[in-house]
Nanobody
Framework: QVQLVESGGGLVQAGGSLRLSCAAS????????MGWFRQAPGKEREFVAA????????VYAPSVKGRFTISRDNAKNTVYLQMNSLNSEDTAAYYC??????????????????WGQGTQVTVSS
């Protein structure tokens, strides 16, 4: 089992920045690809970004590419999501997830076995 706890969400004005963190415990963190997903009220959960187990490969949703950066620190068992130039469309609950390591981290939620409880991000215009 892998336990995941997100933090760093909150209320921010449009154009502002936030950094989300996801602390992992349990099994060896460096054996897992890590992803961030988000879900707005009334919408399906959508992929945001993912990073490979080593941190060498990253993938992003087109809507966040160039504004968000995913990174990880395997020594601290933590994955981060730096979010810049936030807008109202980014308002959602953000979830981190862990999946078995692959050649390229997946955009598909079904590839991830463990999920955190989520942290709310609200962007005011």
């Amino acid at each position: 089992q892998v336990q995941l706890v997100e933090s760093g969400g909150g209320l921010v004005q449009a154009g502002g920045s936030l950094r989300l963190s996801c602390a992992a415990s349990g099994r060896t963190f460096s054996n897992y690809d890590m992803g961030w997903f988000r879900q707005a009220p009334g919408k399906e959960r959508e992929f945001v970004a993912a990073v490979s187990s080593s941190g060498a490969s990253t993938v992003y949703a087109p809507s966040v590419k160039g504004r968000f950066t995913i990174s990880r620190d395997n020594a601290k068992n933590t994955v981060y999501l730096q979010m810049n130039s936030l807008n109202s469309e980014d308002t959602a609950a953000y979830y981190c997830a862990a999946g078995r390591k692959t050649l390229m981290p997946s955009r598909w939620p079904g590839s991830y076995d463990y999920w955190g409880q989520g942290t709310q991000v609200t962007v005011s215009s």
